[in-house]
């Protein structure tokens, strides 16, 4: 009696081995579903990789390959510009080919002869050119004009000095080390605001804005290559801008108390690079140019970016030319590219949320 039992209580105590495999087959269906959805996402991301892998060889081998010369020089330079990008290029391209472009574009930025850019900026006057939009006025009468430019893809903003001679440029307390954000240097200087100037060494585009390159003119003292001839944009006492290739003597000639290096020139005397004659691509931009009557204009052009893929030189040019410019020469531009005023950065500059390290800008009191 006692066996039998006991042999009810271990039955009574024995798992529902029914169940148990209904709970694990439901499990595992449940890891089924959750795997076959995960290949399907997978293998959907895989595909959506390829078809746009192979869109964009498709169109990079168009650019670089197809049956315009002009677009393919436009994107090689973009991507040459950029210098993070530029083994883009090579994709479909011989090292040669690209050689030869780029060339030919630093050729085309020394088009103007050096005796013509050393006239007189009274020798070019407004009438030269038709002004195609209504300049923008100063309301309130504090000498200086700031207006938002808009294109086609691009997006920039302009500053514009009445009084030249309210211009200078701002640098760290030496060159060698490590350079300033704009707003450092902005306050430094007590000034109004300002945007990048001259070319700086940028290994591999992180450098520290420490040293100027080419010719740089800081209160009446040279800086820099001295001896060899440089594209260069400086002012002397009176706030007339000068450009060209310029070495020491050239600028101490002139009175050239304040000036950076850069280029190419855009408008020389009041008459326009050829147009396209300047080989660029697009990207964030910098230049400064100066009306007749004196007045400096300062622009930035966003770049790289959703709201403003970039301009050209020749935009640039249009722009000032539309404003009335007489003189007009590109500064550094990209990721260096950098407006600053009344207390806060004005444009989006590519790659970094507010400035990179400069040696030098140009301020406005």
């Known amino acids: 009696m006692k066996e039998k039992n006991k042999f009810r209580d271990s039955e009574i105590q024995q798992p529902d081995n029914s169940r148990l495999a209904k709970e694990i087959r439901r499990r595992q269906a449940q890891k089924d579903r959750f795997m076959t959805k995960m290949d399907r996402l997978f293998g959907f991301i895989l595909l959506s990789a390829l078809i746009l892998g192979c869109a964009g060889l498709g169109l990079l081998y168009i650019l670089e390959k197809g049956p315009s010369e002009s677009l393919r020089d436009s994107f090689v330079m973009t991507m040459q510009e950029t210098r993070r990008f530029d083994f883009i290029s090579n994709i479909f391209l011989e090292q040669e080919t690209i050689n030869e472009i780029k060339s030919a574009a630093d050729d085309s930025a020394k088009y103007v002869p050096v005796a013509k850019t050393m006239q007189n900026i009274e020798t070019a006057s407004l009438s030269a050119h038709e002004v195609h939009v209504e300049l923008a006025q100063d309301d309130d009468g504090d000498g200086i004009i700031f207006e938002e430019i808009k294109g086609g893809g691009y997006l920039g903003y302009m500053i514009t000095v009445l009084d030249p001679t309210r211009i200078i440029i701002g640098t760290p307390d030496s060159f060698g080390g490590v350079g300033w954000t704009m707003e450092d ?115 930035c052009i966003d770049g790289r970016q959703v709201h403003s893929m970039g301009a050209t030189y020749q935009d640039c040019i249009d722009i000032f030319l539309a404003r009335g410019a007489v003189n007009a020469i590109n500064m550094d531009g990209g990721s260096s590219t950098t407006m600053y005023y009344n207390g806060e950065y004005i444009n989006s500059p590519s790659g970094t949320s507010t400035s990179r390290l400069f040696p030098s800008v140009f301020l406005f009191k």
């Not at 007590?190 to 003119?217: Q, R």
């Not at 101490?252 to 020139?265: A, L, R, T």
């Not at 855009?266 to 910098?286: C, M, Q, Y």
């Open 185 to 299: 240097l902005v306050k430094k200087y007590d000034a109004i605001g300002g945007v990048n100037g001259g070319g700086f060494k940028d290994e591999g585009g992180t450098g520290s804005g420490g040293l100027p390159v080419g010719l740089t003119i800081i209160d009446g003292k040279f800086y820099g290559d001295t001896n060899g001839e440089s594209a260069f944009v400086g002012f002397d006492a009176n706030g007339k801008m000068y450009f060209g290739y310029f070495n020491q003597w050239l600028a101490e000639y002139f009175g050239i108390v304040n000036g950076v290096s850069f280029g190419p020139m855009l408008i020389v005397d009041g008459e326009p690079a050829p147009k396209g004659s300047l080989g660029s691509g697009v990207n964030p931009r910098t230049a400064i140019a100066q009306r007749s009557d004196g007045a400096v204009m300062m622009l």
